[in-house]
Structure formats: C-alpha cells, structure tokens
C-alpha cells in the first residue's frame, strides 16, 4: 500500500482549517475560553517536547523543569513590578535557552537511560528548588500577586478569559510558525538523520553534539514560553507546573498526539484536555479511572499515536477506491 502524499495546497488548506477552527472558540465557546487557552498553551508545551524527544532523540522526562523555570520568571517579573506580557515571555525565552543549554551537556552525552534518570534528578531538583525557596516563589502556596499588564496597553485581561485567549491564540501560533520553520530548515533535516542513524550523520562528519546540544536549548526555550503564557494568562504559579507529574503529563498528551509529527502535540492536547475535562464532569470520583481505559485503548488501537492513525485512515479510503 503506497503512502498517501498531500499536494502543498492540500496540506495549506488542512493547515488554515485546523486554525481557523480553534480561532472560532472564541465565538462558539464564550463560556469555556479558558480551557481553550490552557489546551493552546499545554499544545506548545507538547511541541517544545517533541522537538528533543520526536525529532532529535533525545528521551526526557523532565521537561515540565523548564515549562515551570519559564513560568516562574514570568511570574516573578509581574510581581516585583515589570507585568508588560511581551517582554515576559522574552525573558522566560532566553532563560529557558540558557538553561537548557547549559543541561545539554549533560544530557546529550548520556545513554537514553542516563539521559533518562538525569533530566528526572533536574526537574526534582528544581521542583524541590522551588519549595525550599518560598520566600521567593511562594512554595506549595503558589507564587501569588502578579499583576499583569494590559495588552499593548488597553486590552485587560478580563475574568471571562476573552484577551486571554486571544493572546495565547496569537502567540502559540506565531511560536509554533517559528518551530516548523526551524524543523524544516537543514538544521532539522539534521535533527532527523541523527534520530535515525546517529553513527550514519557521524561518519559524514555532522557535528551530532552540538546540533543536539542546540536543538535541546531550542526546546526548552519553546517550553518556557509555553510556562510564561500559563502564569500571564492564569496570573498564577503552582509549584506543580515544574514538578514530575506535569513532565508525565506532557509526556502522555504528546505519545497520545503522536511523536515527530509536527501537529501531534497540538492534536493531543486538544483530544486528552477535552476527554479529561469531560470525565472529571461525568464522574468526580472515578474520572482517572476511565481517562486510564482510554489512554490504553487510544494507544494500542491508533500506533503512532492519534496523527498516525489519521495517516491509516487516509491510506485505507485511498487504496479502496
């Protein structure tokens, strides 16, 4: 069964459909904008994680550590006074970078293992980091008290979730325009040769460390705008946004999407945030219990993830006609 191959217009249209669409919540969702904004921001969180997992190889399971590192600095900008959002999310950014960056050394030398285990230690550490210094952060209690900006000076950042929503639509999309313009670039085509056959993209002489190095850097930079937006748009930061449990949590969203598509992310926060949301309303006291049952079945009947079963989909309607 050959693959089917969408024409560039096909795949621009698809593309403009899927956008239009989660635009169009403003308007047909009044009432759950903020949930929108949260699966928007969780989608970026899942797409900075496959950039090193999906793309360049590199197994973590500690990413949340930069998701809550961006969070944080954000947070802490808007409550000692410097709430303006745009500049926020810079900060958050290069933070991020540099902190990701300096990690990679650790972490691109290792074994998946001990890759593994290392950015495990990283996002406990800095979640324990974060509670012993609640004189700063607010410990379990949250950081609490900021105060952010207007957009641009006029739009506020209502209750209704309206300017919220509409931030985290704009600035998830131009993020995510930059991500695939990156992964699309020779640099990674690179990422993808060193995925599939490191030893190949070493015997053509690729530098494989620094391009991993760099790419790992990349990733947690889109994390933590992807933290930044929560704290700006909830104007709040748990502790649980850098601890284990969310780094699972991404995790589990972007196996469910589906790993080294460029939508898979974005797919798998929309299908697992609206099937958590609807299982918790169903049934408060027993919704784990079926969100598990539909995990399971989700991965053992759609391989590849959601995305990957869509591409099955099209191949059989395509050979049966």
Same mark, same amino acid.
């Given at each position: 069964?050959?693959?089917?191959?969408?024409?560039?217009?096909?795949?621009?249209?698809?593309?403009?459909?899927?956008?239009?669409?989660?635009?169009?919540?403003?308007?047909?969702?009044?009432?759950?904008?903020?949930?929108?904004?949260?699966?928007?921001?969780?989608?970026?969180?899942?797409?900075?994680?496959?950039?090193?997992?999906?793309?360049?190889? $590199?197994?973590?399971?500690?990413?949340?550590?930069?998701?809550?590192?961006?969070?944080?600095?954000?947070?802490?900008?808007?409550?000692?006074?410097?709430?303006?959002?745009?500049?926020? %999310?810079?900060?958050?950014?290069?933070?991020?970078?540099?902190?990701? *960056?300096?990690?990679?050394?650790?972490?691109?030398?290792?074994?998946?293992?001990?890759?593994?285990?290392?950015?495990?230690?990283?996002?406990?550490?800095?979640?324990?980091?974060?509670? /012993?210094?609640?004189?700063?952060?607010?410990?379990?209690?949250?950081?609490?008290?900021?105060?952010?900006?207007?957009?641009?000076? /006029?739009?506020?950042?209502?209750?209704?979730?309206?300017?919220?929503?509409?931030?985290?639509?704009?600035?998830?999309?131009?993020?995510?325009?930059?991500?695939? %313009?990156?992964?699309?670039?020779?640099?990674?085509?690179?990422?993808?040769?060193?995925?599939?056959?490191?030893?190949?993209?070493?015997? $053509?002489?690729?530098?494989?460390?620094?391009?991993?190095?760099?790419? *790992?850097?990349?990733?947690?930079?889109?994390?933590?705008?992807?933290?930044?937006?929560?704290?700006?748009?909830?104007?709040?930061?748990?502790?649980?946004?850098?601890?284990?449990?969310?780094?699972?949590?991404?995790?589990?969203?972007?196996?469910?999407?589906?790993?080294?598509?460029?939508?898979?992310?974005?797919?798998?926060?929309?299908? *697992?945030?609206?099937?958590?949301?609807?299982?918790?309303?169903?049934?408060?006291? *027993?919704?784990?219990?079926?969100?598990?049952?539909?995990? $399971?079945?989700?991965?053992?009947?759609?391989?590849?993830?959601?995305?990957?079963?869509?591409? /099955?989909?099209?191949?059989?309607?395509?050979?049966? /006609?």
């Amino acid at each position: 069964m050959k693959p089917i191959v969408l024409k560039p217009a096909q795949l621009r249209a698809a593309e403009v459909f899927f956008w239009l669409a989660l635009a169009s919540c403003y308007f047909l969702l009044p009432e759950h904008l903020s949930l929108m904004s949260q699966i928007l921001i969780f989608g970026l969180f899942a797409v900075s994680l496959d950039m090193a997992l999906g793309y360049a190889g $590199i197994l973590t399971v500690g990413h949340a550590a930069f998701f809550g590192a961006g969070a944080y600095a954000a947070g802490l900008l808007a409550k000692h006074g410097w709430g303006e959002p745009f500049s926020g %999310l810079l900060v958050a950014l290069l933070v991020c970078v540099a902190l990701g *960056y300096l990690l990679s050394t650790l972490v691109v030398r290792g074994t998946d293992l001990a890759r593994l285990m290392i950015t495990i230690g990283v996002c406990m550490l800095l979640a324990e980091l974060a509670n /012993r210094l609640s004189g700063i952060t607010g410990g379990t209690d949250g950081l609490q008290g900021m105060v952010v900006q207007p957009l641009f000076g /006029r739009f506020e950042f209502d209750l209704f979730g309206q300017t919220a929503f509409v931030y985290a639509f704009c600035m998830v999309l131009l993020v995510f325009l930059g991500v695939r %313009l990156i992964l699309r670039s020779p640099f990674g085509l690179a990422l993808r040769g060193i995925h599939d056959s490191r030893k190949r993209m070493l015997a $053509i002489g690729s530098p494989v460390d620094a391009r991993l190095r760099l790419a *790992y850097a990349l990733s947690a930079g889109v994390a933590g705008v992807a933290g930044a937006l929560l704290a700006q748009t909830t104007q709040f930061v748990g502790i649980e946004s850098i601890g284990f449990n969310r780094s699972a949590e991404i995790l589990i969203i972007l196996v469910l999407g589906g790993t080294g598509r460029l939508y898979g992310g974005l797919v798998g926060a929309i299908v *697992y945030m609206l099937v958590h949301d609807w299982f918790a309303d169903m049934n408060p006291q *027993y919704w784990q219990f079926w969100l598990g049952l539909f995990l $399971i079945a989700a991965v053992l009947l759609g391989r590849g993830g959601l995305m990957g079963a869509l591409s /099955r989909l099209f191949q059989t309607r395509e050979a049966a /006609r």
